[in-house]
């Protein structure tokens, strides 16, 4: 190994708070060993692209028919690849929803997401204002960054539902 270089790196406390959680799940001595792993993926995905290949990600079960494939492991990221566990978020039964809600709540990560942003609250303010401890609304953005886009996709499709019950109830209620 050749001479070692120290890059410091400024994190916001949410990014801070995501490292650690990362650190601590994948077993990893510190942050810096985490952020080792998470460099040496983002150079091999770079490698990749600048060979002209495209990085995708895809179903495992779409993989099986893909004729030629590499695939980038995280050893320790394995055991948590199917189904992580949460301290603060649980998975309920429901007809079509597949996002987590919160723990002792009838809300998804979707909705605080949403009314975070609508409100440009801080993780701080919405667990005052909703009286939520605030690991779980960190644990919660943690959450919504690995799964932006299933819980985008049901924030939209829970939009579209009350927008057709509305229209329905208008044309109920016309003369």
């Not at 590499?70 to 996002?99: I, S």
């Amino acid at each position: 190994m050749g001479k070692r270089v120290r890059i410091q790196l400024d994190v916001s406390q949410d990014q801070a708070v995501m490292l650690d959680r990362l650190a601590s799940m994948l077993s990893v001595r510190s942050r810096s060993d985490l952020l080792h792993e998470a460099l040496a993926t983002f150079i091999a995905v770079m490698t990749e692209i600048m060979n002209g290949r495209r990085v995708v990600a895809a179903d495992p079960a779409e993989v099986e028919r893909l004729q030629r494939v590499r695939e980038f492991v995280v050893p320790a990221a394995l055991p948590y690849a199917q189904d992580r566990v949460y301290e603060f978020l649980v998975r309920r039964p429901h007809p079509w929803r597949k996002q987590l809600y919160l723990k002792g709540r009838n809300m998804t990560v979707g909705q605080l997401v949403a009314v975070m942003n609508a409100n440009r609250w801080t993780p701080e303010t919405v667990a005052e204002e909703y009286d939520l401890p605030v690991p779980q609304v960190r644990e919660a953005l943690v959450y919504y960054s690995a799964h932006r886009d299933l819980v985008d996709a049901e924030l939209r499709e829970e939009a579209q539902m009350l927008r057709t019950r509305v229209k329905s109830k208008r044309t109920t209620l016309a003369p």
